[in-house]
């Protein structure tokens, strides 16, 4: 257990530090008092994304996510309440007492957590393993030092080495309490009929991280000269390790690529290491897989540019051309390197320095449109129809470009190349854009009849009931949350005269009508002010933002960003008044249209309880009813007659 003290003291770092805490996952730009960037939970283009660092919460208008700093970080590393507070508070120096985890404990948590730990283990195993042991000293540390990088940046990446024994990590492992069934699934121990051995054994050791710095996977190289033997070994694919989705090096780079806008990419993970250690720390790798579109929205959250450094070899250029359409799609600005013939990143960075290595690259990188024009070009000289093949590959490249001015000034460079005439190309690009959303169009509809066809099989799901004093409750639950501790009036009391604040009478008013949302959420926010709003120095605003219950946070932040309405007569010329003033207007009015609606809503189901009563002829019913109603009705009125803006017929 960790003290409220201490939850709290991290909480409120955390929110007053929100900017830097989103920082390292998304590239923020201020934009007037806020920042706004690429929302992490889904898909877009145009960013809806913002960040209030005046109130510590951050809200996307696209898919609805807001809460304050912990929530974020717990909603994108898919992790604990808990473990968010133990990120953060590591990463502001706010010393947490934590108890060590006993064979218990490892039992007892979830299938994730228990792997990362599993992970963790390992790669300090293969790091004392390589800077402890003969083996380790003569085969890791030498191999990792003859090709030249320095101690500092083998700590860094945490590179280390996996003894040649058949089982030395998996025993270690055991012995400490590691459950084997977490060893298997993370791919470092290999079981077959009862056998167990180490998957990396003899190898030096990548570690894989995550965005947030957790071991996910590894990279193992051989030192044997073997023909048959790989040369790399990679993790299989887990519950934390999803290849497609993580960049190699992007922990170590994010905030640089932040700072520097901009994303340098090459192949290997020595090549990340060697540009690091060069003085290019905005580094990643695609671990030399097919460039994948989450592994461009990755990068895409920290810049829209992207340079991507190849070695001289064309076919491997050429197999890599689909990924940078993909990078284009996305709506990034892609620039390309080619590096002097025999030379691969990691080679030509030892051989520069920072300055140098920079200095190539600005005079050399060419944007992908022009780079693949020239590529090309050479193959199509003389040949009439590998020269149409050729236009129809850059406008099909073109094409997928969604930016309209971009495209456009592609057009006209590739019109000089290729020494064709504009409207010749926009008249290609428009044929491959119509024949892509027919496309679309016709999956779309095969997916809807096909959808309509399986759901005559089922049965007609339930309805969800709705709320239908939804807007009205919010607008409560906003002047609550908002305005808690605002004067609303005056009132006399046995000892004298009391300042009723918004709050008590928001909460006064509604248990005096017995009130009660069919949204559970509703009531139990108004329920947890109930509770604490007597609590010395409380505030709501505070205590819902940082409710540990993320939809708590939510609905509070969601709140928090809407402006209140003030109706036309609080309006003067060229002024506006102050919350302030017209709170003890404003807030028995929101409540008042709650109420009023309410008791709408019970005429109208009384009429209908009246107008069947009497065609079945049911006598003892009628007189009931229509006590009921003129009851209703008088409310009605009354209620009508506060609000003042009502017509009362």
């Not at 694919?237 to 993580?246: N, R």
């Amino acid at each position: 257990m960790i003290d409220s003290p201490t939850i709290e003291r991290v909480v409120e770092t955390a929110q007053s530090q929100i900017v830097e805490v989103i920082s390292e996952y998304v590239n923020l730009k201020k934009r007037g008092i806020n920042y706004i960037g690429h929302c992490p939970f889904h898909n877009e283009k145009t960013p809806s994304f913002s960040v209030s660092q005046h109130k510590g919460i951050f809200k996307c208008f696209g898919c609805g996510k807001g809460g304050n700093a912990v929530h974020f970080v717990v909603e994108h590393e898919q992790i604990s309440w808990i473990e968010a507070i133990k990120m953060l508070g590591k990463k502001f120096n706010i010393h947490i007492e934590e108890k060590e985890l006993s064979t218990e404990d490892i039992y007892q948590k979830n299938e994730r957590d228990s792997m990362l730990i599993v992970t963790e283990f390992a790669s300090k195993f293969f790091s004392r393993i390589m800077y402890d042991t003969d083996e380790g000293l003569t085969m890791g540390l030498l191999y990792f030092r003859s090709r030249g990088y320095r101690d500092d940046i083998i700590k860094k990446f945490g590179l280390g080495y996996s003894p040649e024994q058949r089982d030395a990590l998996t025993q270690e492992a055991l012995k400490n309490g590691y459950k084997l069934e977490f060893l298997e699934k993370t791919g470092l121990t290999t079981v077959k009929d009862n056998n167990r051995s180490d998957k990396f054994r003899g190898r030096v050791m990548f570690p894989i991280h995550g965005l947030s710095g957790k071991i996910i996977a590894f990279g193992g190289r051989t030192l044997k000269t073997e023909p048959n033997a790989a040369k790399y070994l990679n993790s299989p694919e887990s519950e934390i390790y999803h290849k497609s989705k993580i960049l190699y090096g992007i922990f170590q780079a994010r905030q640089e690529i932040s700072r520097q806008d901009k994303t340098y990419l090459v192949e290997g993970y020595t090549d990340v290491i060697a540009f690091h250690q060069a003085g290019l720390i905005n580094t990643v790798a695609s671990s030399g897989t097919a460039l994948t579109v989450d592994q461009i929205r990755l990068m895409a959250r920290f810049s829209p540019n992207v340079t991507i450094i190849y070695d001289g070899d064309p076919a491997g250029i050429k197999a890599s051309l689909r990924g940078i359409n993909l990078i284009l799609e996305e709506g990034m600005n892609v620039k390309v390197l080619l590096l002097p013939e025999g030379e691969d990143p990691d080679s030509f960075a030892k051989k520069n320095d920072t300055k140098n290595l920079i200095k190539f690259i600005k005079e050399n990188e060419t944007d992908f449109i022009k780079f693949k024009t020239s590529l090309l070009i050479e193959e199509s000289k003389n040949d009439p129809i590998k020269r149409a093949q050729l236009i129809q590959d850059i406008v099909s490249t073109i094409a997928i470009i969604p930016d309209p001015i971009i495209k456009a000034v592609y057009v006209k460079e590739c019109s000089s190349l290729l020494k064709v005439e504009e409207p010749i190309l926009y008249q290609e690009i428009n044929k491959i854009i119509k024949k892509k959303n027919e496309k679309e169009s016709t999956q779309a509809f095969i997916q809807s009849q096909r959808e309509i066809k399986e759901s005559l099989g089922k049965q007609a799901p339930v309805l969800a009931i709705t709320n239908p004093f939804n807007v009205e409750e919010r607008e409560i639950l906003k002047y609550l949350i908002k305005y808690d501790q605002l004067t609303l009036c005056e009132i006399e009391t046995d000892e004298g005269k009391k300042c009723l604040t918004v709050g008590e009478y928001i909460v006064n008013e509604l248990k005096q009508d017995e009130i009660q949302s069919s949204n559970p959420l509703h009531n139990n926010i108004l329920q947890l002010y109930e509770e604490h709003y007597n609590d010395a120095e409380f505030s709501a605003r505070k205590f819902f933002i940082n409710h540990p219950n993320p939809e708590v946070s939510r609905i509070a932040t969601d709140l928090l960003i809407q402006k209140h309405r003030l109706s036309k007569i609080h309006k003067k010329k060229g002024t506006l008044k102050q919350i302030e003033d017209v709170i003890g207007e404003i807030v028995p009015r929101v409540v008042l249209e709650l109420k009023w609606k309410m008791i709408k809503i019970k005429i109208d189901e009384c009429t209908e309880k009246l107008k069947k009563a009497e065609e079945s002829g049911d006598f003892e019913k009628i007189p009931l009813l229509i006590q009921e109603k003129i009851n209703l009705d008088n409310a009605f009125k009354f209620l009508s007659l506060q609000q003042g803006e009502r017509i009362v017929t």
